[in-house]
């Protein structure tokens, strides 16, 4: 044989090669393709072509392994039975950025999958590696290296901190000040995530001086960094009084609140998770979103959105008016008590009607003049119904029956209060005569009414236990009025009338 025909063997060995590489991950793309691939055990037949000699046939391998590992948790679970994570991480440090780019995309599609084949990349110093790859000069190394080490720290705090501890954490930072979008938004993404498990994880997180870097770009063009942004900023906030007061002394706010108006429904989202987080905190923190204009904006956003996306606005008001009596009137000023109505009436899930109730709960308990304000929005009977219900969820009818209850404490208007003398459980019922027996004895105007409008009659209907405190407010009730206007809306009264009639002789 002659050399000619030597070399054009171990061409035609290449092209085979690289052929049947390029092939696997045109088909690993595609999701009906995935079980056939594996009951050809094409991952052991992959393995051998990472150690390959042409550097392309090197990467594509790599591009089909990360396919197939990010298509289910079983074929991840093989790239680790296989042992080919050591043989990536190992070639991580020497190849081209172009493998680089392929071996991260693997570690990523492997560790996104649970938190048992993330800490497999973590064993096999997959993190140290792909922080390496931070310092690298090109950005699609730095931004793959930078999606896997998000999904690593996504899953726990243990995780997160292997992430920490390897150097990444000042890296991401940095990225955050490179040009490229697709790099700021990931950096963003994995700098949050790292953060959401501890107060500890999020003071490394800021100690290096993310939250500066972060508040610099809630106006840049980009939605999808925006998200991002809002988000990490809101991990940060929510661990502690000092974490939130410093995400507020970034300057934050007010620009955020301008960002309720962002065409982009997660932005918005997310800018009302960010106020949420910030203002469970203390009265000063609430005090600080409601003078910025944050508390109408909010409102603003819930009249324009729908389902899950109002639920950081409904919690956020809640965490408000829980502080404070003044706190809760700037809700209520504010609007929030219709704007809750309507979210009531619209809503159909059941966590967001319990959020619903929650908050209304926080905004009624706290005077009489609250509590009006919720009952003169019929949302009163409204929470009732949910509490009563059967089809509501567990964690509904607690908390509708726990704002009902100390809303009832406090409320003193009567015309909110008298539809809820009709088909009332017992332990409702005890606090809604309580609050009668309270104003009736002070109020000529509102005793008259009482009368006119059946609430006397409906009061001598109620069958109480004789010495129990529903019966104690009848009394103190029914001792408001003279002894026959009593006598005459009191049941059989008028069978009573009948018989006197019967027996009366005419003189």
Known sequence: MSQRQIIQVFEQYQK???????????????????????????????????????????????????????????????????????????????????YKKAAAFVLRAVAKHSPELSQAVVACGGVDALVLCLEEFDPGVKEAAAWALNYIARHNAPLSQSVVDAGAVPLLVLCLLEPEMALKRIAASTLGDISKHSPELAQTVVDNGAIAHLAQMILSPDAKLKRQVFSALSQISKHSVSL??????????????ACLKDPDEYVRKNVTTLMREVVKHTPELSQVIVNCGGMAAVIDFLGECS???????????????????????????????????????????????????????????????????????????????????????????????????????????????????????SN?????????????????????????????????????????????????????????????????????????LESYQPA
Request: hydrophobic content about 45%; some cysteine.
């Open 244 to 257: 939130a007061e410093m995400v507020i002394e970034a300057e934050v706010f007010p620009a955020a609140v």
């Open 428 to 500: 409702i019922l005890k606090h809604v005569v309580c609050q009668f027996s309270k104003v009736l004895p002070h109020d000529s105007k509102a005793r008259r009414l009482f009368v006119t409008s059946g609430g006397l009659k409906k009061l001598q209907e109620i069958e109480a236990e004789p010495g129990s405190p529903l019966q104690e407010h009848i009394n103190a009730i029914n001792s408001c009025f003279p002894e026959e206007i009593v006598r005459y809306y009191s049941p059989g009264y008028s069978e009573v009338l009948l018989e006197r």
């Open 307 to 425: 389902g899950n996306l109002r639920l950081p606005g409904i919690m956020m008001m809640g965490y408000v008016a829980a502080h404070s009596e003044n706190l809760a009137m700037a809700v209520i000023l504010s609007k929030g008590v219709p704007q809750l109505a309507l979210c009531m009436s619209e809503e159909h899930e059941h966590h967001i009607k319990a959020a619903i109730a929650w908050s209304i709960g926080q905004i009624g308990h706290h005077t009489p003049e609250h509590a009006k304000a919720v009952a003169t929005s019929n949302l009163l009977s409204k929470l009732l119904e949910l509490y009563m219900d059967a089809g509501s969820s567990e964690d509904l009818q607690a908390k509708s029956k726990k704002a009902l209850k100390s809303i009832l404490q406090k409320c003193t208007y009567l015309p909110g209060l008298e539809p809820l003398l009709y088909d009332v459980p």
């Open 16 to 98: 085979s090669r690289m052929q049947f590489v390029q092939t696997v991950a045109d088909l690993a793309a595609r999701p009906q393709n995935i079980e056939i691939l594996q009951n050809a055990g094409v991952m052991s037949m992959l393995r051998p072509l990472m150690l390959d000699v042409v550097p392309s046939i090197q990467q594509t391998a790599a591009l089909a392994l990360g396919r197939l590992a990010d298509h289910s948790d079983d074929l991840a679970e093989a790239v680790v039975r296989e042992d080919i994570l050591p043989q990536l991480v190992h070639s991580l440090a020497s190849q081209n950025r172009f």
